[in-house]
Structures are given as C-alpha cells and as structure tokens.
C-alpha cells in the first residue's frame, strides 16, 4: 500500500491564480480530512469526508472548496489564492469515524505571492 | 471537544525515559485521548490512544489519571529520531475524528 499521497510536494502560486491539492489513499478508508499548518502552529481542519459524496466543513473553510466523488480521492480546490493561504497542508484518512488511526500524508508547501 | 494543556518543551537523554505530561481536565466521559507526534515537517504520526485504561504499544505507554483530566505518555527508551513535536488530543466518537491539534510539546532528545 502507498498509504495516503499527495500532489504536488511543492507549488508557488500568485494572488488571485486557483489550484488543486490532489489526496488519494488505497487503504479503502472512509473518512479524509484537509489540515494546514502554518509556521509553529498545530494543524487546523479546513474540510472533512465520512464517505464519498458527504463532505463538510472544519475549523477554517474560507477560500478552500471539496469534493469527494469517490472514496480514493479528496482534492482540495484554492478558489482564488491569497498570501494568507501560504501554508503546509496535509491530507489525512482513517478508517472509521470512532477510535481509529488516522494515517497523513508527507503534504504540500504552498507559496502565496 | 476538550482542550488540553502541554508544556511547550522538554529535553531527554538518550536512552532514558521521557514522560510527557498533558492536562485535559475537561475531559467528558465518551472522550478518548490521542497521542500523535510530528518529526521535522512530516505528516503527523500516530501514537498510542486510551480512554480509561493505561495502555501499551511498541512505542510508547500512556498512563491516564483515574479522574481522567491528565494523562502522560512516556517513552520508556528515548533516541534522537524521537526529537519531534507531540501533540495531546481529546477527541469524541462523534466527532468524526476530527483532531483538533493544539502547540503540542517539543520534545528534544540529547546524545
């Protein structure tokens, strides 16, 4: 198993451009999440998935968009990027939704000018 | 969910135990504790969860208060691939794991 991988390891965007962060995992887990984590900070929740087609909001959604059409995937969209959205961000499943390991991916860098 | 208070940072010898405190003292009944580390920029790493009971793995202990508002994870033989960042979570069955990480602690491990 290649566990949870993301795309692309590296991405320098300008204001105003829009991108996908792109999370898979083959391990058949029904939940993903979305997390950032800014410099010496914990990760904050941006969207999470209980299942293919169910997706819903976490602790900071604003400017980021999900979708999950099926269980292997979970993109993250940047609508029209700021400097703010300067960030770390990191993908997650597990398999269930109670007492479960949840398994990261290595994330994204992503440069806002 | 229940916050949880750690320690900014520690320090350990190699080889010697490392213990490390978390206080959830708002701990509600159905809420289980998680133990997760971050090695220099990786994605975090699971480590070891309990609800009432103290409980074991090949990583790491964790030892939790009988009233349940503190816990420590111990490591029983530190090594320097154990300096990382560690996080103390508190986390319902249904909040769709939904890991709320706070500073967590830095733990850095001496030759």
């Known amino acids: 198993n290649a566990g949870v991988t993301q795309t692309p390891k590296f991405q320098v965007l300008k204001t105003g451009q829009s991108m996908t962060l792109q999370c898979a995992q083959d391990?058949?887990?029904?939940?993903m999440s979305w997390y950032r984590q800014d410099p010496g900070m914990g990760l904050r929740l941006i969207h999470y998935?209980?299942?293919?087609?169910?997706?819903d909001q976490g602790e900071v959604p604003n400017g980021y968009n999900v979708s999950r059409s099926t269980t292997e995937d979970f993109p993250l969209r940047l609508l029209s990027a700021a400097p703010s959205q300067t960030s770390v961000y990191f993908c997650?499943?597990?398999?269930?939704?109670?007492?479960?390991?949840?398994?990261f991916g290595p994330g994204t860098r992503l440069l806002v000018l | 969910d229940a916050k949880t208070t750690q320690p900014t940072s520690m320090d350990c010898a190699e080889g010697r135990a490392a213990n490390l405190p978390c206080n959830h003292s708002?701990?509600?009944?159905?809420?289980?504790v998680y133990w997760y580390r971050q090695i220099h920029s990786q994605g975090p790493q699971y480590i070891i969860h309990?609800?009432?009971n103290n409980e074991t793995n090949e990583m790491a202990s964790l030892i939790i208060t009988e009233d349940r508002k503190s816990s420590t994870l111990i490591l029983p033989h530190a090594t320097l691939r154990d300096t990382a960042v560690y996080y103390c979570?508190?986390?319902?069955?249904?909040?769709?794991?939904?890991?709320?990480f706070g500073q967590g602690t830095i733990l850095t491990v001496h030759p």
């Open positions: 998935s209980v299942g293919a087609g169910i997706t």
């Open positions: 997650a499943s597990r398999r269930g939704t109670f007492s479960e390991t949840q398994y």
């Open positions: 391990m058949n887990h029904e939940y």
């Open positions: 309990g609800l009432k």
């Open positions: 708002t701990i509600s009944g159905n809420e289980y």
């Open positions: 979570i508190v986390m319902d069955g249904t909040s769709y794991g939904k890991l709320t």
